[in-house]
Structure formats: structure tokens, C-alpha cells
């Protein structure tokens, strides 16, 4: 059962788990990727502008940070932190080449 709604994908091992939540977190305040997934994808994220619409999506039920970060994994998935075998494989040729 997992617990935890993000998750990295299948293929990074648990121990690895740390270092993609953080390159995920960089990723999530850095203007450059944010503007580059908002290109892609069409979908940007702003705080509700007043106490209102907060309340209105908190009423309903709808958490647009949640909305995008959903979004968001996916693609960081696959446009930075990529196949976790790939890198495995990058690895292992660098170290044949020593």
C-alpha cells in the first residue's frame, strides 16, 4: 500500500527515493522549470488572489497546488530526472571507460 501520493518512478530504487524528491523540489522553485512546463503543458499556478477564492476552493474541494504538482511530477519525470536505468547505464559505461 503506498501512502504517499507523489511518488518517484517505478524504476528509481527506495534508497534513491530522497535524492528525487529533492531534485523535484528544486525543480518546483526554479522559474526556468516552471516556465518551460508551463510552456509544455499549458498550465501555470497561482495562490487564490484573495481570502475569498481560497475559501471557494477549500468549499469545493479544489487545491489548484495540487492540481498543478499532480501535473508537474509527470512531466519532471520525463524531461529531468529521466530514466533512472539510463543513468545506471551512463554509469557504468563512464566506469568501463576508467
Known amino acids: 500500500m503506498n501512502i ?3 511518488q518517484p518512478p517505478a524504476d528509481v530504487p527506495e534508497y534513491a527515493w ?5 531534485c523535484l ?3 518546483l522553485y526554479e ?3 516552471r516556465d518551460r512546463f508551463t510552456a509544455d503543458s499549458g498550465m501555470s499556478y497561482s495562490p487564490p488572489k484573495s481570502k475569498l477564492e ?4 477549500e468549499a469545493s ?3 489548484p497546488a495540487e492540481k498543478f504538482v499532480m501535473a508537474f511530477v509527470p512531466w519532471f519525470n520525463a524531461n529531468i530526472w529521466g530514466s533512472w536505468n539510463e543513468e545506471k547505464a551512463v554509469q557504468q559505461k ?3 571507460q576508467n
Do not use: V
Open 25 to 27: 523540489l528544486w525543480a
Open 31 to 33: 522559474p526556468e522549470i
Open 18 to 22: 530522497p535524492a528525487w524528491f529533492d
Open 4 to 6: 504517499y501520493p507523489i
Open 54 to 57: 481560497a475559501m471557494i476552493d
Open 94 to 96: 563512464q566506469n568501463n
Open 61 to 63: 474541494g479544489f487545491d
